[in-house]
């Protein structure tokens, strides 16, 4: 006949069968986490791809063969060109439009940085 177990062998027969179920839940959480997780798949060859950008004015380069410090340099400087125009037309104190003709010197030496050509070609449009 089988003498009855003590208080403490029971504790140690429980404890490692706790340790067995944490163990397989985690084990299972890494399996669901793992595919769950979303999954990047662009390689560096595709990153160059779509880094291009689709408006062809972006990509015009300044004279000296250098690309501008923005993205669509260009474009953003004639939007510039354009704001500061209209902030010198509507200044209303001397003050303002001195400060205004300031900032449009600023982008116009920006732009003098591209061809001539670039720049009336790309201002135009926008």
């Known amino acids: ?18 340790w067995m179920k944490y ?31 689709a408006n ?6 300044k004279a000296d063969g250098r690309q501008g410090d923005r993205e669509c340099d260009l474009v953003e400087l004639c939007k ?9 037309n509507s200044a209303q104190t001397m003050d303002d439009r001195v400060a205004a003709t300031s900032d449009l010197g600023q982008v116009q030496r920006w732009l003098s940085e591209y061809r001539s050509e670039d720049v009336q070609r790309v201002c135009s449009r926008n």
């Open 1 to 18: 006949m089988k003498q009855p177990a003590t208080a403490n062998e029971t504790a140690k027969a429980g404890g490692s069968k706790n």
């Open 56 to 61: 062809p004015d972006c990509s015009i380069r």
């Open 80 to 88: 510039d060109r354009r704001y500061h125009e209209r902030k010198v």
């Open 23 to 53: 163990i397989i839940i985690l084990g299972v959480i890494g399996i669901v986490a793992s595919v769950m997780a979303p999954r990047n798949k662009t390689d560096s060859r595709t990153a160059a791809v779509t880094a291009v950008p």
